[in-house]
């Protein structure tokens, strides 16, 4: 009923920029928290970035002030941009949401399928 579709991955060269998206479709009601965790080969899965329904926002400090979270939510949509990539932030990124379905019964947690950042030059 609720799918989260990511975008914006790919190949990168080191100090360059990506932007990722998130979408969430189906039969959502509202979208609290939305964020970004990645996972690097050989390593556990990590939080990015998280933004919660009124926007505020929090970073790993891998990351603060290179990468920003936003959200827009008429399109219910995550984005993080990504700016001034190193080589270690290669890894796959997974979009998570905390969606309220149209039937209010109780919020579900639900994670994007995961796309591939490569930084490498």
């Known amino acids: 009923q609720v799918q989260l579709v990511e975008s914006g991955g790919g190949l990168v060269q080191p100090g360059g920029s990506l932007r990722l998206s998130c979408a969430a479709s189906g039969s959502i009601f509202s979208i609290n928290d939305m964020g970004w965790y990645r996972q690097a080969p050989g390593k556990e899965r990590e939080l990015v970035a998280t933004?919660?329904?009124?926007?505020?926002?929090r970073y790993a400090d891998s990351v603060k002030g290179r990468f920003t979270i936003s959200r827009d939510n008429g399109k219910n949509t995550v984005y993080l941009q990504m700016n001034s990539l190193k080589p270690e932030d290669t890894a796959v990124y997974y979009c998570?949401?905390?969606?309220?379905?149209?039937?209010?019964?109780?919020?579900?947690?639900?994670w994007g399928q995961g796309t591939l950042v490569t930084v490498s030059s």
């Open positions: 998570n949401c905390v969606v309220l379905p149209i039937t209010r019964s109780r919020y579900l947690e639900v």
């Open positions: 933004t919660t329904s009124d926007r505020n926002t």
